[in-house]
Nanobody
């Protein structure tokens, strides 16, 4: 079992950038594929980015390709989501999730076993 805690959200400027952190405890993230999802009020949660356990495979939803990067710092047991050129449509609660299938970089929520509590990102003009 792994516990995940997101941080780094807040009020962001359109056209600016963000870096969200997902700190893990209980297990080392080298054993997990990781994903980022987001959910706006009244909308379904949607996939953002994912990587397998060694970050040799990454996937991104079309709306963030070229703007977002998922990365890891193994020494800190932390996964990051960096995104630039922020848009108003990026406003959402962002969640990180862990998948015990270490070889996958899945876009499907059902593939993930553990979830953080989420961090709010609000993009303003």
């Amino acid at each position: 079992q792994v516990q995940l805690v997101e941080s780094g959200g807040g009020l962001m400027q359109a056209g600016g950038s963000l870096r969200l952190s997902c700190a893990a405890s209980g297990r080392t993230l080298i054993n997990y594929s990781m994903g980022w999802f987001r959910q706006a009020p009244g909308k379904e949660r949607e996939f953002v980015a994912a990587s397998n356990s060694i970050s040799s495979v990454t996937t991104y939803t079309d709306s963030v390709k070229g703007r977002a990067t998922i990365s890891r710092d193994n020494a800190k047991n932390t996964v990051y989501l960096h995104m630039n050129s922020l848009k108003l449509e990026d406003t959402a609660v962002y969640y990180c999730a862990a998948n015990g299938e270490r070889s996958s970089a899945s876009t499907r929520e059902a593939e993930y076993d553990y979830w953080g509590q989420g961090t709010q990102v609000t993009v303003s003009s």
